[in-house]
């Protein structure tokens, strides 16, 4: 069997999601590397469970420790959009700024500025 070590749940996540959104996430947030810390440690502490057979006897238990990674995973991936969602905003403050100062000096006459 393969082992789990530190540091392998937080690189694989990492390159998933930024191949998924084009940028290395590790430099979108730190509250987004913290739930991969998170994740990270559940997942070990998953692995060293299912090894020494400590969900053999119960199923309901095991179920339910997949189903918060899940959910951990989930979160993470909700931080993303949420930052993602602000950096669009941000560039099309930053467009729109631009367009309407260029043309604001090309007409010499200010405009409202979208809502």
Not at 2 to 30: F, K, Q, W, Y
Not at 33 to 47: K, N
Not at 89 to 115: D, F, H, Q, T
Request: hydrophobic share 50%; no cysteine; proline share 4%.
């Amino acid at each position: 069997m393969a082992s789990l070590n530190p540091g392998d749940i937080i690189s694989a996540a990492t390159l998933a999601a930024s191949e998924a959104v084009g940028t290395d996430i590790r430099t979108v947030s730190g509250f987004a590397l913290d739930q991969l810390q998170r994740l990270e440690r559940l997942s070990l502490m998953f692995a060293r469970l299912e090894i020494a057979g400590e969900f053999e006897d119960d199923p309901e238990a095991r179920a339910d420790y997949l189903d918060i990674l899940q959910n951990v995973a989930r979160d993470f991936a909700n931080t993303l959009r949420g930052l993602g969602a602000i950096a669009i905003e941000k560039v099309w403050n930053a467009v729109v700024g631009a367009v309407w100062s260029a043309l604001e000096r090309a007409i010499g006459v200010p405009l409202p500025r979208p809502g």
